[in-house]
């Protein structure tokens, strides 16, 4: 008989299918979107802009430690925390849907005020974010989600991995795999899509054109808002929309 697993024990089996599937979706998503013409030409675009940034100092290091600091963060996260949370127990699907909804929001609503406090806070982390904002806004491309400063690198990935293991001890049972790979997924893509240029402002672009666009106002210098970066609902609550 296949072994039941239960809340809080170390399911490696559903931790490495989290991974193995999350992976092979983004590059499935990624080759099939790729497909579509207006996304092509927007991937070409940001290619030959990206090529163009890399050449100059500021970003090959930071690129090659923020990887670095990722790359750890989430390999602690797959071995040591994820095979305690993940679980194949059977879920409605409603309930897996409402936990992806509370995850990424909770999220948001921390990440914003990580963002806009901490970050351009008037400390040391303001000149972390600093590095970030070297990224301005009539040059962004989708590199510009990379340039970040090992701390910034780490705090964000951490953040949403302390939200979710949180979620998981409030709620007393742990996320169907299914939740952990969408919710992931959206944090991830949401991250890089956020620094695009989408060159179109027609279908099927329109939305990402609009997304990149908020957040590239973000990016013409320290003393602007739109903090959020799953939605800008806390910066329509709080009053730094733009």
Same mark, same amino acid.
């Given at each position: 008989m296949t072994p039941v697993h239960t809340w809080m024990t170390y399911n490696w089996q559903a931790s490495l299918t989290t991974l193995l599937l999350t992976v092979g979706l983004v590059a499935l998503g990624r080759f099939l979107l790729f497909k579509v013409?207006?996304?092509?030409?927007?991937?070409?675009?940001?290619?030959?802009?990206?090529?163009?940034?890399?050449?100059?100092?500021?970003?090959?290091?930071?690129?090659?430690?923020?990887?670095?600091?990722? &790359? %750890?963060? @989430? $390999?602690?996260?797959?071995?040591?925390?994820?095979?305690?949370?993940?679980?194949? #127990?059977?879920?409605? +699907?409603?309930?897996?849907?409402?936990?992806?909804?509370?995850?990424?929001?909770?999220?948001? &609503? %921390?990440? @914003? $005020?990580?963002?806009?406090?901490?970050?351009?806070?008037?400390?040391?982390?303001? #000149?972390?974010?600093? +590095?970030?904002?070297?990224?301005?806004?009539?040059?962004?491309?989708?590199?510009?989600?990379?340039?970040?400063?090992?701390?910034?690198?780490?705090?964000?990935?951490?953040?949403?991995?302390?939200v979710t293991v949180a979620f998981c001890v409030a709620v007393g049972r742990g996320l169907h795999v299914a939740s952990l790979i969408i919710s992931i997924l959206i944090y991830t893509q949401l991250n890089q899509i956020n620094h695009v240029h989408f060159p179109e402002k027609r279908f099927p672009q329109k939305l990402l054109h609009w997304i990149g666009d908020k957040h590239s106002l973000h990016h013409i210098d320290m003393h602007h808002g739109n903090y959020a970066t799953i939605t800008l609902l806390f910066d329509k609550l709080f009053g730094t929309f733009e």
């Open positions: 013409p207006a996304f092509a030409k927007t991937r070409n675009h940001n290619r030959q802009a990206n090529r163009l940034k890399i050449k100059t100092p500021k970003y090959p290091g930071r690129l090659n430690s923020s990887h670095k600091v990722a &790359f %750890f963060t @989430y $390999l602690v996260f797959v071995i040591a925390i994820l095979p305690f949370i993940a679980t194949f #127990q059977p879920q409605p +699907v409603w309930q897996m849907l409402l936990d992806v909804f509370v995850i990424l929001m909770v999220y948001d &609503f %921390f990440y @914003y $005020l990580m963002h806009r406090f901490l970050f351009h806070g008037q400390g040391y982390f303001r #000149q972390v974010h600093a +590095v970030h904002h070297q990224a301005r806004k009539t040059n962004l491309t989708s590199i510009d989600a990379l340039l970040l400063h090992p701390w910034e690198a780490f705090l964000g990935n951490a953040l949403y991995i302390v």
